[in-house]
């Protein structure tokens, strides 16, 4: 149980594109979705959290209006990057929670390049 | 605020080698702590977790107690395998922080047959 899966799971697109991730918690109800962004070799960086049906709440230094997010079910949570540029190509992660839980599920990851 | 440090990798063992990665932490309370396993190209799995004081986890040959009084919460295997080899995070959560996980940064492990 507890899988949450990511489309797509790697993305090429021209800069000043914008693209959409998806994520989605397949057998259970995740009311906090997390968004991480991780570099190569490196650990993962928490860029915002959400809670169903509220605004994300961004981590310092993260862009809300470049990196806009919506939690509007249970089970679906999306980013949008928007008009991205090179800098942006990374690994982008997701994960859910359920109410009252602590375990963070995480999603396969979705790798984007920018060109 | 809170924190986590573990041993920098990569490390390299040959199969059936005995495995240690060490994981120490920095917070307020009783925060739970966990270890997750990224192999290559993908995203995170939860391998094994502890909630409270002297609890151990245990999943797939790996164990890590939950040591308070040394802050620790190190990751051990009596044999490892070709496909243990992979990047293992241990962090932390607690309610002071929004039950947010904090990552260590990660150490690569790689198993040579």
């Known amino acids: 149980g507890a899988v949450v899966s990511q489309h797509p799971s790697r993305v090429i697109c021209k800069s000043g594109t914008s693209v959409k991730i998806e994520c989605r918690s397949l057998d259970f109800q995740a009311t906090t979705m997390f968004w991480y962004r991780q570099f190569p070799k490196q650990s993962l960086m928490l860029m915002a959290t959400s809670n169903e049906g509220s605004k994300a709440t961004y981590e310092q230094g993260v862009e809300k209006d470049k990196f806009l997010i919506n939690h509007a079910s249970l089970t679906l949570s999306t980013l949008t990057v928007t008009s991205a540029h090179p800098e942006d190509s990374s690994f982008y992660i997701c994960?859910?929670?359920?109410?009252?839980?602590?375990?963070?599920?995480f999603g396969p990851g979705t790798r984007l390049l920018v060109l | 605020g809170n924190s986590v440090t573990q041993m920098e990798g990569p490390v390299t063992l040959s199969e059936e080698a005995f495995l240690t990665i060490n994981c120490t932490y920095t917070a307020t309370g009783y925060p739970s702590l966990f270890w997750y396993v990224q192999y290559p190209g993908e995203g995170l799995q939860l391998l094994l977790k502890a909630t409270k004081a002297d609890d151990k986890g245990s999943n797939k040959g790996f164990e890590a107690t939950y040591r308070k009084e040394t802050t620790s919460f190190h990751l051990e295997k009596g044999s490892v395998q070709v496909s243990d080899s992979a990047v293992y995070f241990c962090a932390l959560s607690n309610k002071a922080a929004g039950n947010k996980l904090t990552f260590g940064g990660g150490t690569r492990v790689l198993v040579k047959p």
């Open positions: 994960s859910g929670r359920a109410r009252g839980g602590e375990t963070q599920y």
